[in-house]
């Protein structure tokens, strides 16, 4: 019974025809004969009620499809169902009794984007993609902002009839969608089916036979016995070869900075050395369990099994991932990823001071590093406050004997002193990108002293115009997943940072740990262009640390 109750619930969301199906579903339940019948047009104007309804439909539709996409289409699931539809529908109705029988369009949008749609979203960035389809369609003079549609013109006429055609005519092919309709990447429906295989075969992969020859190598059948064995052995091999990262007193005393606990950023690379401790002594107690385990010394455990099958199947252990970083690769690219993150650490932790250009993809915490930076321009600026100040007091007291005459005055005014330099709360502190013209780390020369280089960022949804210096819509199948020069990052009082200044002319790009983008932002990098911002929002455009999904 549990079972055809789950296949009950599955039934009618698996029963989809694409965005067709979708939209069709969504303009007979409104403007089919019997839905007509049963909920009968407010009084007023009929012909602006019905587009209103047409353009609610279809933004139903977009919102209820663009799940196919994965994470770049919405961050997670969010259950869009024809109640949602009707009750938009109610809304309108009622919209338009309370406003003399006239759409309220700005009242029309505030309702779907904040309440019957919007109340299903509880992320930042779903909800910013979900207001900007909500703009483009929901608009009295059609549907479109600054010349950006999403390729849903009126029908000549609102018949069930004429609706069919109109579908059919006016909606591309499906592969052809997510760059018409959905403002995507072309490459993205096969991104969509590759991750649908993905997750096919790693399915798969958890459920056969682990007694069975289901290895060839180098000729010959290997069991999972032998498997096991010959991985462990590999695995611990790898981790045998590095040696425990310095902390506290240790940590100091090997690099330069000695006792210098108040810079924020010793204080992160203390952090990242004891975290990096704690997950390769997970690693190395772990496999040592399953090697003493597999020699028939002890019990295997329920936790050891589960691991033993982990491995098998390779992919990185539960127990790995609980005390590692966010990350999506298979085990060995993901040991070979841990490989230089250890290095990465080891360089700095023997320098002391930070490097030229921080690989911050390296980083377990990487938004512990952009609080630091701030924290240290907030104490640049309070430092510099107090010398100013106490100069401006200085100079004070030398001319403090004249007499106010003329002379006096004119002695003052050539001494020019120092004026007290403004303090930034740390609250007011906002990060700036600025994208430099270095496209390798090798080319950072010197470490900025305006901030902080970084570098090993990828670009998703959108292409970056070096010739410009701005972002663009990619065009190319190869403008899909760019890596992004090395950028400079600096902390600046919000009201003075340029995408505040020129609003117009920034767009906000998240930066996420992994393609999942299952976790929050690490922080938000605003980046130049001359397109209209809703392009870059439809297309998903965001930074990436962890490109690597294998």
């Known amino acids: 019974s549990g079972l055809l109750q789950l296949c009950r619930h599955l039934l009618p969301k ?41 353009a609610t439909c ?58 019957t749609y919007g109340g299903h ?32 013109p009126q029908p000549p006429a609102f018949t069930p009839e004429a609706l069919d055609a109109h579908v059919d005519a006016v909606l591309p092919r499906e592969e052809e969608l997510p ?24 399915g798969l992969r958890v459920i056969e036979p682990r007694t069975a020859a289901s290895a060839i190598v180098y000729g010959r059948d290997l069991s999972a016995q032998e498997r096991i064995k010959s991985l462990l052995d590999w695995t611990l091999d790898v981790m045998n070869s590095f040696n425990p990262l310095p902390e506290g007193d240790a940590l100091r ?80 690219s ?8 250890v290095a990465h650490l080891q360089g700095w932790a023997r320098r002391g001071e930070l490097p030229k250009a921080v690989w911050l993809p390296g980083l377990f915490n990487p938004a512990a590093f952009i609080a630091a930076l701030r924290q240290r321009t907030a104490q640049r600026h309070s430092a510099s406050a107090v010398v100013a100040a106490a100069a401006a007091a200085a100079a004070r007291d030398a001319g403090g004997g004249g007499d106010g005459t ?11 002193p120092l004026q007290p330099r403004e303090e930034i709360p740390l609250e007011d502190m906002e990060v700036v990108v600025e994208v430099t013209s270095m496209r390798s780390v090798n080319q950072v020369s010197l470490p900025s002293e305006e901030g902080v280089y970084v570098h090993g960022l990828f670009i998703e949804g959108a292409h970056w115009d070096a010739t410009n210096s701005q972002l663009s819509i990619p065009h190319g199948l190869r403008q899909y997943h760019e890596r992004m020069p090395v950028l400079l990052l600096k902390a600046m009082h919000r009201k003075r940072a340029p995408h505040a200044v020129e609003a117009g002319r920034y767009v906000a790009c998240p930066v996420f740990p992994t393609l999942a983008r299952r976790r929050r932002d690490v922080f938000v990098a605003h980046l130049r262009s001359s397109e209209p911002a809703s392009k870059f929002v439809l297309s998903g455009t965001c930074l990436i640390m962890d490109l690597c999904e294998v």
């Open 406 to 416: 003329e002379d006096d005055a004119g002695a003052g005014a050539t001494r020019a």
């Open 179 to 202: 760059t018409t309709v959905f403002g995507l990447h072309s490459n993205q429906q096969s991104d969509a089916i590759k991750v649908a295989g993905r997750s096919l075969l790693a």
């Open 14 to 54: 698996s029963n989809t025809q694409g965005l067709k199906g979708s939209l069709r579903h969504a303009l007979f339940s409104v403007f089919g004969d019997e839905a007509t019948a049963a909920t009968p047009p407010p009084p007023g104007d009929q012909a602006e009620y019905k587009r209103a309804l047409y």
């Open 334 to 341: 993901w040991l070979a990823d841990l490989c230089q993150r």
């Open 253 to 332: 005393a090997a690099s330069a900075v000695g006792g210098a606990r108040s810079d924020p950023f010793a204080c992160v690379l203390e952090q990242e050395c004891r975290r990096m401790n704690v997950l390769l002594s997970t690693v190395r107690r772990t496999l040592v369990e399953l090697d003493t385990c597999l020699r028939g010394d002890t019990f295997m455990t329920p936790e050891i099994s589960l691991l033993r099958q982990e491995l098998l199947a390779h992919s990185v252990p539960g127990a790995w991932t609980a005390v590692a970083y966010p990350s999506t690769r298979g085990l060995v």
């Open 121 to 152: 979203i509880n992320r930042r960035w779903d909800a910013r993609l979900c207001e900007t389809y909500v703009q483009l369609l929901l608009q009295q003079h059609g549907s479109g902002v600054d010349g950006v549609t999403c390729g849903f």
């Open 58 to 115: 279809c933004l139903h539709a977009l919102l209820q499809e663009r799940h196919r996409f994965g994470p770049l289409g919405w961050t997670r699931r969010y259950a869009f169902d024809s109640h949602d539809l009707a009750y938009a529908h109610g809304l309108l109705k009622d919209i338009m009794e309370h406003n003399g029988g006239s759409v309220a369009w700005g009242e029309v949008r505030r309702m779907c984007g904040d309440i």
